[in-house]
């Protein structure tokens, strides 16, 4: 009897076959498992699950929304409670979206380059932990303190913070909404009798750049207003702020408040901040409301004058 012997070359090419089907296998089968696969929270914390309703809103959007997760851990903010939590959570916004979300998460203390980048784009700082929402261009900044009602008191006698409720997912839900639902709300600022410039360097005390900022963080796009010279007001505005007049307004200008505040067509609101000692010319046209602006006696030669009225809905 003879024996055959394969050729060495034939069992070379047998275990290179092998190992190249062996790969072929392994990557296929990690493709797969990559794109469809099921996720499942089996953790006792519920308040990271998020609920149907959010679900369906999540995956019924009309574009992509960009969730931001602009934070690190900085051991003495009282937020550092729920970091992990909301991590988790926005882990399922993104999978429960079914690609409608995308999330990005950049830590200003390690991302330097990034961080920078984001922060000049939205305007944030790497002292505040935030979430931003971008859609189309628009945003919403979501404080990590807005996320939890929590209990900060005991801190001053070196007891740590609590977190008394979890309301991640009913803030982040409604922010989200807000951007894709509706139009960007307008804010006008008075001007013309020495308030406070929002147009203003940062640097000056006399500017409200800061909270033109804070107020544009929100979705909210914020103008300045002269009555005189624009002949009224324009039709987009949602909210008029007269912050500090150093000068009585006009008699034309008091008219046109007046017709603003009694319209009907559509909400009118007025918000007042007023220095002490400064006759404003608006002490008549508040009276019909309730308000009063006077000098009200404290202690012997201390006076308190009202400073901020709100008037609207």
Known sequence: MTSKTSPRWQLRLNQLIGL??????FGAVNFIGFKHFYRKNVSLVTY??????????????????????????????PDQLILRDVQTLLDEYKYKSKGKVE???????????????????YKVSDKENVIIIDYNGQKKIVSYLDL???????????MPPTVKAFKAEQVLTSAIQALVEGKKSKVYFLTGHGEYDIMADPQRRDGYSLLADYIQRQNVEVA????????????????????????????????????????????ARL?????????????????????????????????????????GS
């Open 20 to 25: 190249v089907l062996l790969f072929f296998i």
């Open 48 to 77: 990271t699950q998020i609920g149907v309703q959010t679900e369906k809103i999540l995956q019924g959007l009309p574009g992509k929304v960009l969730l931001i997760d602009f934070a690190s851990p900085q051991p003495e903010s």
């Open 103 to 121: 999330l990005k998460r950049i830590n200003p203390f390690i991302d330097f380059e990034e961080a920078k980048r984001y922060a000049d784009q």
């Open 148 to 158: 939890a009602d929590i209990d900060a008191s005991l801190m001053r006698m070196g």
């Open 224 to 267: 300045p207003l002269n009555l005189v010279s624009d002949g009224g007001f324009p039709a987009d505005m949602d909210l008029l702020v007269i912050a500090g007049p150093n000068a009585p307004l006009a008699p034309v200008e008091i008219e046109l408040l007046k017709q603003y505040l009694a319209r009907t067509d559509k909400p």
């Open 271 to 311: 918000m007042l901040m007023l220095d002490p000692k400064t006759q404003s010319g608006l002490e008549d046209l508040l009276k019909p409301y309730g308000v009063v602006l006077k000098m009200i006696w404290l202690w012997p030669r201390l006076r308190f004058w009202a400073r901020c009225v709100c008037l």
